[in-house]
Each structure stands twice: as C-alpha cells, then as structure tokens.
C-alpha cells in the first residue's frame, strides 16, 4: 500500500479516545499521520498519546516557535484530512470561515479539492440543532465529506442520534476517500 499523508484533527468530544484506536490502525498500516488539535481536545486525550501514537508532536498552538507557518505547511503536506471528533463548536466554527485557532486555520488554507472529512460526536440536541444542521450542510456544499453519526446511547444519558460513528467504519471511509 502506498504511504498516504494524513492530517489527523481531533476537536474536544468525550469521543476523542475513539480517535486514538483510528490514528494507530492508519500509523500501523503504513501511512503518515500528523495530528492537529483544538486546545479543549487535548482535555480528553493527552498531547503525549498522540505524539506517541504518530512519531510527531501534535499541532496544536498556531503561535508556537519554530510552527508558526504549519497552519499552511500541514495543509499543503496533506493528501486527506479529516476532523474525528468533529465538535458542535468546531463545526460551527468551519462553517462560518473562522480562523481563531489551528483547526480553522488549516480548514481555510487547505485545498478542497482534496477529500476533508467531518466525523460529529454530539449529544443528540446539539447535533440536531438547527445551528449545527444549517453548517454540515454549508460545509457539505463546499465539498466536505460529513460522515453520519451512530444512532445509540450518549455519555449524558440521552438516545439519539450524535454518537461518534464506529471507528472501524471511519477508517474505511478514509481509505475509501483517498481514492
Ligand atoms: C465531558 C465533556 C464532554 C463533551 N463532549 C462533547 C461532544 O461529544 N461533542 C461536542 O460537540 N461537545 C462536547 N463537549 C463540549 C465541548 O467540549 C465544548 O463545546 C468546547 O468548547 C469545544 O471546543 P472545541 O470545538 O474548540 O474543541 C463536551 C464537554 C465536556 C465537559
């Protein structure tokens, strides 16, 4: 199999520890994975365990010494990015072109024509919210790949659709996106 570049970015969702089992089925089978986070994503999984998990340390700090202009570098490099857990917040963020942190960034700078996929993990509210229903389908129309969500049981209790879809279908849509 070919080695393909993948940047890997995780937004802050109780699913976050998910990622880290695709990230090291993607690292395992050969290709090259870069993470890149919101500051809230690194509250659920540590900067270490995906460093450890990549070979390279998280992108994180747009202003960081030495990465100041990875926000650019990370987008051209990529061959596919995909966001897994894709928050409320950060989807809402992509959706309206804000560039705030590195995860907005990148989505700005990074070319569409290459495939960017979107995996949500929300509770069932926030995923059905007019808000976040009306940025997937703006982001849909960019050309982003919005994965479905598992229907099921959600951290808070509820049922409903919002659970993070399992990781093993997210892997092959990743592998199916790469073409
Ligand atoms: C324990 C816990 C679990 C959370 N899980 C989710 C989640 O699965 N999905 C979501 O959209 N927000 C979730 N949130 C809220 C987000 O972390 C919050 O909206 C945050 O601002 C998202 O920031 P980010 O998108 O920049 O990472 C959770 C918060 C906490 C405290």
Same mark, same amino acid.
């Given at each position: 199999?070919?080695?393909?570049?993948?940047?890997?970015?995780?937004?802050? #969702?109780? /699913?976050?520890?998910? #990622?880290?089992?695709?990230?090291s089925k993607l690292v395992q089978d050969?290709?090259?994975?870069?993470?890149?986070?919101?500051?809230? =994503?690194?509250?659920?999984? @540590?900067?270490?365990?995906? #460093?450890?998990?990549? @070979?390279? !340390?998280?992108?994180?700090?747009?202003?960081?010494?030495?990465?100041?202009?990875? *926000?650019?570098?990370?987008?051209?490099?990529?061959?596919?990015?995909?966001?897994?857990? /894709?928050?409320? *917040?950060?989807?809402?963020?992509?959706?309206?072109?804000?560039?705030?942190?590195?995860?907005?960034?990148?989505?700005?700078?990074?070319?569409?024509?290459? !495939?960017?996929?979107?995996? !949500? /993990?929300?509770?069932?509210?926030?995923?059905? *919210?007019?808000?976040?229903?009306?940025?997937?389908?703006?982001?849909?129309?960019w050309g982003v790949q919005v994965l479905?969500?598992?229907?099921? *049981?959600? =951290?808070?209790?509820?049922?409903?659709?919002?659970?993070?879809?399992? !990781?093993? =279908?997210?892997?092959?849509?990743?592998?199916?996106?790469?073409?």
């Open positions: 199999m070919s080695k393909f570049r993948i940047l890997f970015q995780l937004s802050g #969702s109780i /699913a976050c520890y998910k #990622s880290c089992a695709i990230i050969g290709h090259e994975v870069q993470t890149a986070s919101t500051a809230n =994503a690194l509250k659920f999984v @540590g900067g270490a365990t995906l #460093s450890g998990l990549t @070979g390279k !340390p998280v992108f994180n700090d747009i202003f960081e010494a030495g990465r100041t202009m990875d *926000h650019i570098i990370l987008a051209k490099w990529a061959d596919l990015a995909v966001l897994c857990p /894709a928050t409320a *917040h950060t989807i809402n963020q992509l959706a309206n072109g804000l560039a705030s942190d590195c995860i907005g960034t990148l989505f700005l700078a990074y070319d569409l024509k290459k !495939p960017y996929l979107i995996a !949500p /993990a929300m509770n069932q509210e926030m995923y059905n *919210h007019p808000a976040t229903q009306s940025s997937l389908k703006k982001l849909q129309n479905p969500t598992d229907f099921g *049981h959600q =951290a808070c209790g509820d049922l409903g659709p919002g659970r993070l879809l399992n !990781p093993d =279908a997210i892997y092959e849509k990743i592998m199916e996106a790469r073409g």
